[in-house]
């Protein structure tokens, strides 16, 4: 099956400065990579995805990269906020589906202001 | 609904004891998930619904664990003969099966004493 590793378990940064959270999986064949983010307490929500047809996804301060050769993605955080604040989980999916998912154990990312 | 609900929020039992737990998928959302998240871990694939049916439910731990979604919409998950590792918060999550994007409930929070 499909392993996810995810590092650093935590971040620590000054408001404003970049994050990045790097993730790698096992299976080759995985075509769909998530991020989600779970501020304490809360339920996850997805934050971006990539599917495995490109290489960078951008949506305002976050961006997703995807290297399928070597096997591994990363999320990128921008100007970051102390709501930014929370846990973030990447995924790559098992064989059944897209949403058929294993979870890196995740990184708490800590924005000082 | 507005999103998908889960009852109860917490459920406190005994060793040896049966529990269910019930998940209301988002209207029209065909498919459903069942994961499991326990302190400090990323969210683990327990089993997945594609209308009635259990398309995927090659992350149930033992058979002690099943689960049923009769109707195609609301689906309950029970345990049997609980234990101390059973211990944990039981996300359900209900996506339309198109995008990847799953829509996460609030949790019910297992403590099996």
């Known amino acids: 099956g499909e392993n996810v590793e995810q590092h650093p378990s935590t971040l620590s940064v000054q408001e404003g400065d970049s994050a990045v959270i790097k993730c790698t999986y096992s299976d080759s064949a995985s075509n769909y990579f998530p991020w989600y983010k779970q501020e304490l307490g809360k339920r996850p929500q997805l934050i971006i995805d990539?599917?495995?047809?490109?290489g960078e996804k951008k949506d305002q301060r976050i961006a997703v990269t995807l290297n399928k050769t070597a096997k591994h993605f990363s999320l990128h955080i921008t100007e970051t906020q102390p709501e930014d604040s929370a846990v973030y989980f990447c995924?790559?999916?098992?064989?059944?589906?897209?949403?058929?998912?294993?979870f890196g154990k995740g990184t708490m990312l800590l924005v000082s202001p | 609904g507005a999103g998908v609900s889960q009852t109860p929020s917490n459920k406190v039992t005994e060793k040896g004891k049966y529990v269910e737990l019930r998940c209301d998928p988002i209207s029209g959302h065909t498919a459903l998930y069942w994961y499991r998240q326990s302190l400090g871990q990323g969210p683990e694939f327990l089993i997945y619904?594609?209308?009635?049916?259990?398309?995927?439910d090659s992350g149930l731990p033992n058979d002690r664990f099943f689960a049923v979604r009769p109707e195609g919409s609301v689906s309950t998950l029970k345990i049997q003969r609980t234990e101390r590792g059973d211990s944990a918060v039981y996300l359900c999550?209900?996506?339309?099966?198109?995008?990847?994007?799953?829509?996460f409930g609030e949790g019910s929070r297992l403590t099996v004493l």
């Open positions: 619904f594609q209308g009635t049916g259990a398309a995927d």
């Open positions: 995924a790559a999916p098992l064989p059944s589906g897209y949403s058929t998912l294993t």
């Open positions: 999550a209900s996506s339309t099966g198109t995008t990847g994007e799953l829509f």
């Open positions: 990539i599917r495995s047809n490109v």
